[in-house]
């Protein structure tokens, strides 16, 4: 059993950056891949930036050159750093963690970001 929690959320004004962190707790050691997803009001949930284990990354075509997500394995904590933000930004944003071998997903409760024009 993996538990995430998110933080770093809130309001801020375009151009402005936030760092998104997301600690993992339980059994760590199976987590592979890690994710970032988003979901604005009325839209379907989308994939932001995925980081392996071994830290190779990539990213949605909207957030390329903008975001940046990395991972602390000894601390078990996934980040997404956004610069640049953009109104259209705004949204729940999720961590998501897969496991190796059985590729159990786990998702975390969500924080709210909100990017004023």
């Known amino acids: 059993q993996v538990t995430l929690v998110e933080s770093g959320g809130g309001l801020v004004q375009a151009g402005n950056s936030l760092r998104l962190s997301c600690a993992a707790s339980?059994?760590?050691?199976?987590?592979?891949?890690m994710r970032w997803y988003r979901q604005a009001p009325g839209k379907q949930r989308e994939l932001v930036a995925i980081?392996?284990?071994?830290?190779?990354?990539n990213y949605a075509d909207s957030v390329k050159g903008r975001f940046t997500i990395s991972r602390d394995n000894t601390a078990n904590t996934v980040y997404l750093q956004m610069n640049s933000l953009k109104p259209e930004d705004t949204a729940v944003y999720y961590c998501?963690?897969?496991?190796?071998?059985?590729?159990?997903?786990?998702w975390g409760q969500g924080t709210q970001v909100t990017v004023s024009s």
């Open positions: 980081i392996s284990r071994g830290g190779t990354s």
């Open positions: 339980g059994s760590t050691l199976n987590i592979n891949a």
């Open positions: 998501n963690a897969e496991t190796m071998i059985t590729r159990r997903q786990y």
